[in-house]
């Protein structure tokens, strides 16, 4: 426990299951957060639209207004607002429906606390990164794209689209490190504060979508280019 630290971060928890909900507020005040605790998606809101939350951990199945269109609504008011999707639907389409509403992450019941602890702490770390690195320049252009890292909108010459936080956070780095080698590795420590033994195709997943998004030609790309067997390299 580490009251210090976390005294300071006040994590919303969006949890119908009572036994769950009340078990889970006591472990995370423990850790040093204020917990808010709302049983359902119209007590979320109210939470969310009247205190300064730091982090939401959203189960999906909730009464009145189910997770999905929380995470809708949240991403709407609040682009960066870290959101952990909490639940125990597992199914593939469940989890993109998550992520391409917002999620920054996603864990399925039954889960262990430490790693539910280390997530929280992941995403309060990249929250604070993200934000001092936009802070002095959160308008970007290259080529017919414009990106607002503030507000994460973006245009690329034909369409207005939002990024999600996880794809701005990757772009933002890659962008900071232009004409530099990036490694899987380097960006699972700085931008996912992952462990980089695991899930190095997540990288490649977010790469090839944002390839879609600023590239005329994904598979022949001009900005976000591969280099073999090191990584990824920015150029305007």
Sequence with gaps: MNN??????????????????????YNL???????ELAKDGREALKHFETKKIDLIILDIMIPYIDGFEIARRVRKKDPQMPILMLTARTTREDKVKGLELGA????????HLDELLLRIKGMLKRKTW????????????????????????????KNDFNLTPQEAM?????????????????????????NPDIETRT???????????FEVDPSKPVYIKSVRSAGYMFED
């Design 4 to 25: 210090s630290t976390f005294e300071k971060h006040r994590i919303l928890l969006v949890e119908d299951e009572e036994n769950l909900a009340i078990g889970l507020q």
């Design 170 to 194: 990757v772009m933002k780095y890659l962008i900071e490190n232009k004409g530099k080698i990036v490694s899987r590795k380097e960006l699972l420590e700085n931008v996912w504060h992952l």
């Design 104 to 111: 920054d992450d996603y864990i399925t019941k039954p889960f």
């Design 29 to 35: 005040t423990e850790e040093g957060y204020i917990v």
């Design 203 to 213: 990288v490649d997943n977010f790469i090839a979508r944002l390839r879609k998004y």
């Design 130 to 157: 993200y934000k001092d690195v936009t802070s002095g320049k959160p308008l970007v252009g290259f080529g017919k794209n414009k990106i607002n890292f503030e507000n994460l909108s973006c245009s690329n010459g």
